[in-house]
């Protein structure tokens, strides 16, 4: 069985959504990968082996275009890692992760990516990435959104891709706490 690519734009202590989907291929023996950006640099060592940090600090106070070069830095070692491994599907998370990934993952992964989209971005703002944002939905397996509220600032699309979800993991909603800490 081929594995899935998870692409976390943070630490782990700091994606508690990604835990869904690795909660989600545990239960089902489906293997997986997660490339994340360890921006804090929190110590990696007791990690699991699928588990790939890209090890650079990152402060998210910098200004928006000093970021565009470190994201990059991100985007490419991740697309590295892509074209050595066949993976069958991908996540990406974020809006901004997403448009470094455009238009990589919809040509080499049309149909077989989901696209999780966790905060309101300021790049949707700007029309050409609202337009590379509704092509993105549109390639998608699916786009998961944390609120149907996000529908009122993305660009027209395809409400029939759209799966809303939170935070919540199998484990807490079968407790009935609604959240599970790290």
């Known amino acids: ?4 690519l998870l ?17 989600v291929f545990e239960k089902n023996g489906i293997p997986f990968d997660l490339v994340y950006w360890n921006k804090t640099m929190e110590d990696t060592f007791h990690l699991p082996s699928n588990y790939v940090p890209y090890n650079r600090p990152h402060d998210n106070t910098v200004a928006g275009w000093k970021k565009i070069f470190r994201i ?17 599907y991908a996540v990406v998370f974020t809006i901004a992760h997403a448009l470094f990934f455009y238009p990589f993952i919809t040509r080499k992964y049309s149909g077989k990516y989901v696209f999780d989209i966790r905060d309101h971005s300021p790049l949707c703002r700007l029309p050409f990435a609202s337009e ?3 092509k993105l939905i549109d390639n998608s397996a699916f786009t998961v959104l944390s609120s149907k509220g996000f529908l009122r600032w993305l660009p027209c699309i395809d409400t029939e891709k759209i799966v809303i979800s939170h935070n919540t993991t199998l484990a807490a909603v079968n407790k009935g706490l609604g959240f599970t800490p790290l």
């Open 132 to 134: 590379i944002i509704k």
């Open 1 to 4: 069985m081929r594995k899935v």
């Open 7 to 23: 692409i976390g734009d943070s630490p782990i202590s700091m994606s508690p959504y990604i835990m869904s989907y690795i909660e």
């Open 72 to 88: 990059n830095g991100f985007a490419r070692f991740v697309k590295k890692r892509m074209r050595s491994n066949e993976y069958a």
